[in-house]
């Protein structure tokens, strides 16, 4: 009969699956981490805020598309709030926390990792259907964009709640890991194959995306008097998400594979020694993507520049009703009427 130790620290579990814990995270070492740790939090939270209040305060922005990009920011934002709650729960801390505090770190960064992934797999959907069918993105309605953004959370809450629900290895000790010591080994095989595969599909996707799109634009570019601008933006979209989810599978895919071969029993691999800097690698990923929305999308820096200039002026005088008329985003020519033109001269 096997016996559960879910009363045990999380110290008899590191043990038994000889992974050690940075114990000599003391003095000046510990003060830079959580110095430059908390700078690097407070930038994820910082841009990708402004993101969502970009969203929230441009018109132009006020379609499915957009508010799925808004989703993703939130993610990372909330990818930001895992990283400061495992900062300060990690290195000696580790060994201390009970079975549930450690469920309680990891699982706030499979969320966040689960959130982005399901959002990014929407995005992608959204934009094949719309690319394939000849249809708009603003055919899907305010509330089924809401009722995927709420199943993108409950899916990633869900799946990041599976080990402590019972896929674990806390009654099982020979099945436990090395990288994660209460996690099964069968369920880090499965964690990392899964995102691994939904990777691939949304590569595939996109790339049937951009080349459709492309082959379009070049066939119809002679026979048609619409602005090259207009019959550009749907590429543009298209592209911006591709460099998303390029520098997203490029800071994931290193861990999963860690994960992988962790979950394979692969003793001979050295996991321990790459852990830190594959996770490293992974938050980077949530300060980069507000970087391209900017760096990809015009309409989105104009917004970024405006929201920053709003935040000089109310500092300098809180009167100046002038200044805040002259921070206010009117929208003029909408990117959705873009792609509606766009996918008249296809139909045509």
């Not at 038994?16 to 407070?42: M, P, Q, Y």
């Not at 490293?280 to 990923?285: E, G, I, R, T, V």
Request: proline residues 3%.
């Amino acid at each position: 009969m096997n016996v559960c130790h879910y009363e045990k620290k999380m110290e008899f579990f590191y043990n038994h699956s000889n992974s050690k814990t940075e114990d000599d995270w003391s003095g000046a070492r510990l003060i830079i981490i959580l110095v430059f740790g908390s700078i690097f939090c407070f930038f994820i939270f910082l841009s990708n805020a402004m993101v969502i209040a970009a969203v929230i305060t441009n018109k132009r922005f006020h379609f499915p598309f957009y508010y799925l990009l808004a989703n993703l920011a939130a993610s990372d934002f909330f990818a930001g709030i895992a990283y400061v709650y495992l900062m300060f729960n990690t290195g000696p801390v580790s060994k201390t926390l009970t079975v549930h505090r450690w469920f309680l770190r990891q699982g706030l960064l499979d969320t966040s990792l689960s959130a982005s992934l399901a959002n990014l797999l929407v995005i992608a959907l959204e934009r094949y259907i719309s690319v394939m069918k000849m249809t708009v993105h603003s055919n899907l309605t305010k509330r089924r964009v809401t009722v995927l953004i709420i199943m993108v959370w409950a899916v990633s809450i869900f799946m990041a709640a599976v080990p402590s629900l019972g896929w674990n290895c806390i009654c099982s000790l020979d099945d436990c890991s090395t990288l994660a010591p209460i996690y099964s080994r069968s369920y880090l095989v499965f964690w990392s194959v899964s995102n691994l595969l939904v990777f691939f599909i949304m590569v595939v996707a996109y790339m049937r995306i951009y080349m459709y799109v492309k082959k379009k634009i070049i066939v119809l570019s002679p026979h048609t008097k619409g602005s090259i601008s207009r019959k550009r933006t749907p590429i543009k979209l298209i592209k911006t998400v591709m460099t998303v989810l390029g520098v997203f599978v490029i800071c994931w895919t290193p861990g999963l594979v860690v994960l992988l071969l962790d979950g394979l029993h692969c003793s001979s691999c050295r996991l321990l020694d790459v852990k830190q800097w594959f996770l490293q690698l992974a938050m980077l990923n949530s300060i980069i993507n507000p970087i391209i929305y900017s760096y990809k999308d015009q309409e989105m820096r104009n917004t970024f520049r405006n929201m920053i200039s709003c935040g000089r002026n109310r500092g300098r005088t809180s009167s100046n009703n002038s200044t805040a008329l002259s921070c206010s985003i009117e929208p003029n020519r909408s990117t959705e009427e873009s792609c509606i033109s766009f996918h008249k001269e296809v139909k045509a």
